[in-house]
C-alpha cells in the first residue's frame, strides 16, 4: 500500500478538495483505495455522504486499537474500489492520546501496517493545524501532497508545511518524500494569469524545483458543484479540470510499479 497525506499548513488550502477527487479518480481507475480523514471538522467524510452516529467506529477507535481495524472501514457509494476510515469531530480527543504515547508521530503507520495488503493506496486528509494528529499523519506517509493557494497565504502555507516536514525527516520521525506541490485556486481571466496567483506559483517554483509543482487546480466554483453532486468533474462534463489529478495518477501508478 502507498500511503499519501495531503497536507498544508493553513485552513483553505485545498486538502479536502484534493483528496476527494485523487481517491475518487483512483478508484474509479480501477485502484483498491481507502481515504483516512484526519480532520475533526470531518469535511471528507461529510463530502463522501457519511452521517455516523456516536457510537460507530471512526478513525478515533483505529488509532486507540479499542475495535478491530476492519470495523472502522466502510465501504463507499461512490464506487466498489473506494473505502474510508471516517471521523467525527470526537478525534480531537486523540491528541493526548498520541502525545502520551511517546510514539505518537509512527502510530498510524503502525496500525495502517495491518491492513496494508488489502488496499492498493491510502489517501490521508490531514488537518490544518500542526498538531498531533497533524504529526502522526505525515508520520504514516511514504509520499506528500502540499496543496497551497495560488496567493501570499498559500506561499506560506506551503514554506511552514516544508519546515516541517524537513524537521520531522531531521529526527527520523518520516520518511515522506514529495510527490507534488499543487497550486490551488490559481486564478486567470483569459489566457492571462492573475499577478498574485503568478507571484505566488512562482515563489512554490523557487521553493521546491520547476518539476514538483503540479498543474494547477484553477479558481472555478465546477469542482465546488463536483464535490456538492458527489460526481467527478468529468461527469459533469469538464475533463480538462481534471488534468493535475491525471498527472498525480500517472506519478502514483510509477510509484506503486517501483515498490
Ligand atoms: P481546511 O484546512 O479547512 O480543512 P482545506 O485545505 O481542506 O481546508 P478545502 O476544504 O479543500 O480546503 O477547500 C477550501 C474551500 O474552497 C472549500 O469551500 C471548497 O469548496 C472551495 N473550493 C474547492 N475547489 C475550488 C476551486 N477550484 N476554486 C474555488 N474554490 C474551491
Ligand atoms: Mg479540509
Redesign the pocket.
Known amino acids: 500500500m502507498l500511503t499519501i497525506t495531503v497536507s498544508?499548513l493553513?485552513?483553505?488550502?485545498?486538502?479536502?478538495?484534493?483528496?476527494?477527487f485523487l481517491g475518487r479518480l483512483l478508484s474509479r481507475q480501477g485502484f483498491t483505495t481507502l481515504m483516512l480523514d484526519s480532520?475533526p471538522?470531518h469535511?471528507l467524510t461529510t463530502y463522501l455522504g457519511f452521517e455516523l452516529s456516536p457510537n460507530q467506529p471512526t478513525l478515533l477507535e483505529f488509532l486507540k486499537k479499542t475495535v478491530a481495524p476492519e470495523d472502522c472501514i466502510y465501504p463507499t457509494q461512490d464506487n466498489d474500489n473506494l473505502f474510508l476510515i471516517p471521523a467525527d469531530d470526537q478525534l480531537d480527543t486523540v491528541q493526548d492520546y498520541l502525545s502520551n504515547s511517546g510514539v505518537g508521530a509512527t502510530l498510524l503507520k503502525r496500525r495502517l501496517s495491518a491492513i496494508s495488503q488489502i488496499f492498493q493506496v491510502c489517501i490521508i486528509?490531514a488537518?490544518?493545524q500542526r498538531s498531533q494528529i497533524c504529526l502522526t499523519v505525515i508520520g504514516a506517509a511514504d509520499f506528500l501532497i502540499i496543496?497551497a493557494e495560488a496567493s501570499v497565504k498559500g506561499y506560506g502555507s506551503l514554506v511552514r508545511t516544508l519546515d516541517l516536514l524537513s524537521g520531522l525527516r531531521d529526527v527520523g520521525a518520516t520518511n515522506a518524500s514529495i510527490l507534488g506541490v499543487l497550486p490551488?485556486?490559481d486564478r486567470w481571466f483569459g489566457n492571462t494569469q492573475a499577478q498574485e496567483s503568478r507571484a505566488a506559483v512562482d515563489g512554490m517554483r523557487d521553493e521546491v524545483g520547476e518539476k514538483l509543482v503540479l498543474p494547477s487546480?484553477?479558481?472555478?466554483?465546477?469542482?465546488?458543484q463536483a464535490?456538492n453532486k458527489r460526481t467527478t468533474l468529468s461527469q459533469l462534463g469538464y475533463t480538462d479540470?481534471e488534468y493535475p489529478f491525471e498527472i498525480l495518477i500517472d506519478k502514483i501508478r510509477t510509484d506503486i510499479g517501483s515498490k
Open positions: 498544508s493553513s485552513g483553505g488550502q485545498g486538502k479536502t478538495t484534493t483528496a476527494l480532520d471538522q469535511n486528509d488537518p490544518p496543496p490551488f485556486r487546480i484553477r479558481e472555478s466554483e465546477r469542482y465546488k464535490i479540470l
